[in-house]
T-cell receptor
Framework: RKEVEQDPGPFNVPEGATVAFNCTYSNSASQSFFWYRQDCRKEPKLLMSVYSSGNEDGRFTAQLNRASQYISLLIRDSKLSDSATYLC???????????FGKGTTLSVSS | GAVVSQHPSWVICKSGTSVKIECRSLDFQATTMFWYRQFPKQSLMLMATSNEGSKATYEQGVEKDKFLINHASLTLSTLTVTSAHPEDSSFYIC?????????????FGPGTRLTVT
């Protein structure tokens, strides 16, 4: 079983749509959780951290369910510029390497 | 925010040659640097963890004699791909974490795209 699993994708949505990505992780000792965004042929960039209480950043909402070992990302009012690959990322311990999911590709069209 | 640079951004080399990739933390001291590799349509896979002044720790399946890592200072780590072969063609990305940054956050370099012909 892979350590971090994500929706297979790709997701093709029109502008203005709401889209949700799901992710599960296998190590219950995981301490930190993130969503990264990766554009084609670029390095991943931190989109947002994910907290148990849930957190929102503009059109983006992230949720964490530790009991189910489940992470989600909701994007509202999709923009063309949201087109990218979204990576679910987990960290077991501070100072150790991040563990990446395979990523889910989002394509927003006009 | 903290900045990490990589050099070169892309390189094409012939099979059998060696390539050195540099990863630098520009405005913080990186006590730990990580080297990842990403093949097309795949996730980033950790190759090795590098702590300043000590030997790198390699992930299972990564040949330490082929991928030489040196972390001689708090701002520089290098990855040398020795005797490169076409199957080593990939996107190599480093990340760094340091004493003065959020211990859970890592800063990524822009990556190096290696093509071995």
């Amino acid at each position: 079983r892979k350590e971090v699993e994500q929706d297979p994708g790709p997701f093709n949505v029109p502008e203005g749509a709401t889209v949700a990505f799901n992710c599960t992780y296998s190590n219950s000792a995981s301490q930190s959780f993130f969503w990264y965004r990766q554009d084609c042929r670029k390095e991943p960039k931190l989109l947002m951290s994910v907290y148990s209480s849930g957190n929102e950043d503009g059109r983006f909402t992230a949720q964490l369910n530790r009991a189910s070992q489940y992470i989600s990302l909701l994007i509202r009012d999709s923009k063309l510029s949201d087109s990218a690959t979204y990576l679910c990322v987990v960290n077991i311990q501070a100072g150790t390497a991040l563990i990446f999911g395979k990523g889910t590709t989002l394509s927003v069209s006009s | 925010g903290a900045v990490v640079s990589q050099h070169p951004s892309w390189v094409i080399c012939k099979s059998g040659t060696s390539v050195k990739i540099e990863c630098r933390s520009l405005d913080f001291q990186a006590t730990t640097m990580f080297w990842y590799r990403q093949f097309p349509k795949q996730s980033l896979m950790l190759m090795a963890t590098s702590n300043e002044g000590s030997k790198a720790t390699y992930e299972q399946g990564v040949e330490k004699d082929k991928f030489l890592i040196n972390h001689a200072s708090l701002t520089l780590s290098t990855l040398t791909v020795t005797s490169a072969h076409p199957e080593d063609s990939s996107f190599y990305i480093c990340s760094a974490t340091g004493v003065f940054t959020n211990s859970y956050e890592q800063y990524f370099g822009p990556g190096t795209r290696l093509t071995v012909t």
